[in-house]
Structures are given as structure tokens and as C-alpha cells.
């Protein structure tokens, strides 16, 4: 009983963290056709922007409860400055090439932001456990949970909730999947591609860094977390189908739950589980489990 | 006969095999590692030469310097020849599964897809503890029937047979890009429908190739292995795979002698601009790959072409 | 007589559109068949289920005596049936002679060499002949990306002939190729075929090049054939003339074209 629960608990908490990274990265490829292996340095400038702050905030002595606010604003500021920056900056000139070249591409940025960070933060580790502590624990059936957790579960719940009400009820999120669904019909019929191509882009980084930011309590911020990262996401959205939001959320929690069990189970699996599942879902269904079906040659 | 180009590489081989005996210890390290890395990008340069890009060669790399070093340390033994046998049959058997269901994938499917795989032994090695878990652990320096070719203290072998594969290896990979298996991969990265209709099989082509490529990784692998004198999980995690798509990629696809030269100037490359800033060489190497995606396109071998264009 | 390729009531379904309904044909060595039909009509699933592409929904194909459905295009191409496509499928960055010798290699057995190059005198020599055949010799070193339509659709068609198919089928020849060029072209690629003796199907929608080279015409229309008989005989048909067609012959005139 106590093992289930503790699965079904840490499953649940890993899924979450995991959908976080992935939607901004699935998004990204549905509307754009990038693969953007700099997803990840997005994830690692939000956790150290997160944290820098995080330790001047409470080294000031200020009111603990805004220190989440300011993990938000961090998240904002950080993937608004990154998201703007590259895609104005040097993204959009590479538009309309292959998309096998295009993940060479975010890979040259990756190594680029990588090295970024390390010259912004330096390359000790940067602690801000405050805001993870200060929720303290909870105590269900003899297992202790951290509250941080809990709350991160709702945060992503609330992220899940506003894409998929953005996406399927407003008029941009309409829009958007017009261009998910056929860029150049939908830039035929007088869409704006290249704005939406900006605004997903700034949208996909902030999600990046958002989760990065939410997790730096959690975690000790180390160069190359971002690294870690990417590849977890690029798992959890090919599960899902390239390109599909509702297929990330899914595949999110296939993976974190097969990772909870086999954590709990047979810890030495516990990569060789996200690869092996990943391995067999596409064995069966190549495109994902959501794909967006693609037309076929002549 | 041999024809000219044939004594050319004959020649240079010869001389990089004495000029070991009198270059620096570091420089022949570097050579061999930068050549071991060099098979990898050839087997590399067969797939992208077929529209595939492979971000999960460092899968077989790995493994050949795995079944090196577990090979070595079982049988105790440090036979050269042997160990780079046992290398290859690893890639081998591990390529004709795993190819199985990688030839059916294409594009970015391919390249996601083998990044998982070396990942799933990056996940497993990782965590085996009789393996050195994420430590990794130590392989036999090699010899040739217990002829370790010591010279002024350090062992050439290695760096010898280093040099002999790649000159073998690039010889056999020269003739087989210009066969019609070898130019099929062009075509197939053209127009696969028109080579289906041609009444080949498409799939069939690329596991050859994938098998191929691994192949030639795991031999990588294994000079790496005896080389270095250390293995570790590093090996499979897709850093180093993406790390042979740059040299790949910085190279070109043009000439079997690019994936290799262009390996050695990456090794250089990488060593002076580490000790010059450790904090930016990442940073460096991401410019380099960007600038040659947009300005060289086809890697600095295209550049041999502009040369005799002028010339002529 | 037994036909080289027939089909059994043929059907084929896209959910609930029917693309391809009742089809019967009989197709014999050497003939040359056009094949006409408004856009939509299931000619081009015509021609994919014949070579194995498309899988039928129901029905057969014998191609030789032997079932076409559940093999693969390779597999049926190696049997004798090879076709052409509505939008030359070549190998763009490669050079014309590069090309064909490709072709022509893989043409010569399925299980390809290793080793021994792909360029050889004999290779190359036979690769020159056969586009000095389809008039195209001209343009050997040239990058496919340059050439204009009307050499890659012949270029096309020369690649398909390599194996020495039994049937050859053509899917729109003429299609993307100026008209003043339509007739060299198909004047070009007849002489070739009829020196080869194989049957070919021709999906055309040029009334004056089908009047003037096939000698048999099927009809297509909302996925069924309307008609199947001598060109002449189709041509007049009044059927034929509003729903295919669109609009009334003059046959003297086309006739004047086929006899000369």
C-alpha cells in the first residue's frame, strides 16, 4: 500500500516537472518545426536566474511568501530576454531549412548558452532551498512529502489548464493550431506567421526557464543541468507525437510513472526505463502516440 | 598497380608511422584519439551521405571500447589484434538488432531515435556497478603478442595501429562510396520513391549502412579504450555523439579523408582553446558550428573544390 | 491469349470515397493504351495500385500471371513493370550521367557491389547511347536542378525503360512540358518504347497526343471506366465526349493527326 502511494506520489510529482519542460519544447515544434535542443539551456538560465535572485532575496532579509513571485517574475523576465534575443536575433534567418539542420542549429546555441551561463553565474553551485523548506512537510501514511511538491503538481496542473484553454478557446490559440496544422495554408489565408513564429518561440522559452525557476529549490544549480534535461524532454515528447501539447502531458506521465516504479523497484533501471519505454512506444507507433499526421509523397 | 593516389596514402602512412618515434608523447595521444574519433565520423559520413543524421553513434563507440576493456579484463589478455576483432564483432551484433527498427525511420525520427538507444546504455552502464558504474573503469595498455612497442618510454602502439585502421579503413570506405551501394545512399537521400521504383529496397540500404557506421564507431571505441587506457559511461552520453556530428559537420561530407583530418584539427582545436579559457571553448565550438552552417555548408572539404575551381 | 496485366474488379476506397470502382482491364504485350480521365477520376489510383503502391480495397491484379497485390513497387518493378511519374522523380543534385548510371546499377540486380565502382566504361558507354536514344545526350554533366521540365520528364522515362519492363506505365508524359515540345518528346520516347516491345499505358490529358499515339483508350470517370475500346471508337463516344472530355471532337481532324 505505502509502495503504491509512494509511487503513485513521486510519479505524479515527476510527470509534472517533466510536462512543465516538455510543453515548452513540444509547442515549439508544432507550430516552428524546430527541434530546439537549446530548450534545455532555457531550462538551466531559468533555475540560475531563479536561484541567483532567490539568494540576494532572502540575504536582504525580505518577506519569505513573495520569494515564489519573484521565482515567477525570474522565470518571465529570463525566457522573455533568452526567447526575444535568439529568435530576432539570429533564428529567424535560418527559417525554411531542413529540420534535421535546424536541431544542428539549437544544438551551436546550446553549446553557445551553455558556456553563457558559466561566464554570467560561474561554475559553483548556487542553493535556494528557502522556498522549498518554508512549505515544510506532510505526513500521509507514514511516508513524508515535501509540500513544495504538492504545489509544483498544482503549478503544472494550472500550466496544462491555460494552454489547453489558450489553444482550443481563444481565437489565437485557434490560429495557432492553424499553423500547427498547415503553416502555409494558414499563412495563405493572411495569417501572421512570423509574428506567431516570435510569440510561440518567446512563449516555448518562458515555459523553459518557468520549470528551470520551480525547480531550483529542489535541486543544487550546476553547470549542465540543462543537458540532463533536454534529452528527459525530448523522450517524453516523442512519446507523445512530436508537436502535440495533449501528447507531451501523456507521455509526461507514462514516463514519470514508469520512472516512480522503477525507482521504487529496481533502482538501477531507472534511465534504461525512459529509454526503454520510449523505445517501445515507438516500435509500435513511430509518429508518437499523438502524432499530427504528416502527408506522404506523390 | 598502385595507382598515384595509393602510394600518396601509403607514403604519408609510412611517415606518420616513424614520425611517432620522434614526436612529442602528447601529439601522438592526440593523434590517435583524434583518429579514433575520425572512424566514427566516417561510419558517420556514410549515413549523412544517405540524408540520415545520427546523434547516437557515441551508442556503439561506447560499446566498443566496453567490450574492449570487459574482453581484456575476463580473458586477460592485451592482444591488439584480438580486441579490436572482439570490437567489432560487438558493433556488429548490436547494429544488425538495433538496425532493425532504425532503418525504418527517417529524418529527425532517425537522429531522436539513436540518441535514445546510446542513452539506454549510458542509463544502463550508469548504474552497473561490476562495470565501474559512472566511474567507469581501467583497460590494459595493448601489445601485439606481448611486443609492446616501447620507445623512449612510451607505448606507439596504439598510435600505430591507429593510423594503419584509419588508412585501411578510409581505402575500403573510398571504393565503397563510388560503388553502386555506396552511391545508392546519394540517391536514396535524393529521392528515396524513385529508388524504391528502381526496385530496391530503401529500408535494406540503410541497415546496411547503419551497420556500417557502427562498425567503424566500435573500432573508434576500441583505440579509444586502449589509448586512453580508461573507459566510463561518458562515452554513450549524447554530448559525445553530438561531438561527432560537428567534426562531421565542420569536415564535410565530400572525401573519406575529411571526417579524419577533420577530426585531428578538432582535437587540436579543442585542446589549445580548453587551455586558452576553459569556460568558452563550448562557446567557440558553437560559433564554429554555426558559422560553417551558414557560410561552408558543405564543410571545410568544400573548400578543396574552390580551391582547384581557381586553379584551373 | 492470356493478358500480361489484368485487372479483377478492382476497388478502392478512401473511407467513405470511393476512388476506384469495377475495374476490368486487360492489357497485352506491345499495346499501347491511353488513359483519359477528368481530375479525380482514379487514374493515378489506377496506376498506383497496379504497381503496388496503393493496396486495392478489393479485386485483383495479375501482372504476368502473377499477384501484384501485397507485394511492394520494388518487387513488382522487378517483374516487368516500371513506370514514370507526373513529376519527374530524379535524383536533383546528382548529374544526368550520374543518374542513370545509378539506375542502370541498380537496375542490373537487386543485390548491389560494394566494391567495384559504380563508374566503369561499359556502364557509361551503354549510359550515352541510351540518352543520345531519348535526345538528351547534350546535357550529361548537367545537375538535374537545371534542367528544364521537359528533359527531366525524358530523363525520367529513360530511367524507368533501364530494366527492360514489360509494361510501361506513364503518368501524365506530357504534363509541365511546353507545348511545342509535347510532340518531340512523345515521338522520342514512342520510338524508344517500340524498339523495346513494351506495352505502355499512357494517362494523358492532351486529346491530340492520344489521338495521335494510342491505338487502344480507356475512359475514366468518377472512379470506374466508361469506356474501353480503339481510340477512334472511345473518341466518338458521346459519353465520353461530355463527361470525360468536356466538350465535342472533331474527329475528322484528330484522325487526320493519327494517320499522318
Known sequence: MNLALAVLVDGVV????????????????????????????????????????????????????????????????????????????????????????????????????????????????????????????????????????????????????????????????????????????????????????????????????????????????????????IILAFAVVVIGGLGSVGGAFVGALIVGLSRALSVHLYPDGELFVIYGVMGLVLAFRPQGLFAIAGARKI | MLSKNQIFVVAAAALMILAGLVMPYWFSFLVTVALAKGLVVLGLVILMRAGLVSFGQGLYYCAGAYAVGAFSDYFQTDNVLLLVLVAIVCGLVISSIVGLLLSRYRDIFFAMFSMAFSMILYGVLVKSAALGSSDGFNVTKPSLFGWAAEFNGTNLLSYWVAIILACVAGAIIWRYMRSPMGMTGEAIRENEIRVEYLGVSVQKIIYIKYIIAAVLASVGGSITAMTVGHIDPEMAYWTTSGEFVFIALMAGTGHVAAPLIGAVIFELMRTFAFQLSPYTWQMILGIALLSIIIFLPNGLWSLTDKFKKGAN | MTALLETRDLAKNFGAVTAAADINVQINAGEIVGVIGSNGAGKTTFINMVTGYLKPSSGQILFDGKSVIGRKPREVMRDGMCRSFQVAQLFPELTVMENVLIAQSLAEGKNLSFFSPMHTPAREEKARAILKEYEILEYVDETIATLPQGVRKLLDIAMAMLSNPKVLLLDEPTSGVAIEDKFDLMTTVMAAVKKSGAAVLFVEHDMDVIARYSTRLLAFYDGRILADGPTGEVMRDKNVQTLVVGHHLDMDELEGTNNA
Not at chain 1, 506567431?196 to 550546476?222: D, E, K, N, Q
Request: aromatic residues 14%; charged residues 10%.
Open chain 1, 14 to 229: 515527476y510527470s509534472s516537472w517533466l510536462f512543465l519542460i516538455a510543453a515548452g519544447l513540444t509547442l515549439i515544434y508544432g507550430v516552428m518545426k524546430i527541434l530546439n535542443m537549446a530548450h534545455g539551456s532555457f531550462y538551466a538560465i531559468g533555475a540560475y536566474s531563479g536561484a541567483s535572485l532567490i539568494g540576494v532575496y532572502f540575504a536582504g532579509g525580505n518577506p519569505p511568501w513573495a520569494s515564489y513571485l519573484l521565482l515567477v517574475g525570474a522565470a518571465l523576465v529570463a525566457g522573455l530576454i533568452v526567447g526575444l534575443l535568439i529568435e530576432r536575433g539570429f533564428l529567424r534567418f535560418m527559417y525554411g531549412r531542413d529540420e534535421v539542420v535546424m536541431i544542428l542549429v539549437t544544438y551551436g546555441i546550446l553549446l553557445i548558452l551553455e558556456d553563457a551561463i558559466k561566464l554570467l553565474w560561474g561554475v559553483d553551485p548556487y542553493f535556494a532551498y528557502q522556498p522549498y523548506t518554508l512549505l515544510g512537510r506532510t505526513k500521509i501514511g507514514g511516508l513524508s512529502f515535501a509540500n513544495y511538491d504538492f504545489m509544483l503538481i498544482c503549478v503544472t496542473a494550472l500550466v496544462a489548464l491555460v494552454l489547453w484553454w489558450s489553444l482550443n478557446r481563444t481565437r489565437s490559440g485557434k490560429i495557432l493550431q492553424s499553423v500547427i496544422h498547415d503553416r502555409e495554408m494558414a499563412g495563405a489565408l493572411g495569417v501572421n506567421v512570423t509574428k506567431i513564429f516570435t510569440i510561440t518561440f518567446v512563449i516555448g522559452a518562458f515555459l523553459g526557464a518557468f520549470a528551470g525557476a520551480l525547480t531550483a529549490p529542489g535541486i543544487s544549480v550546476v553547470p549542465g543541468i540543462g543537458i540532463e534535461v
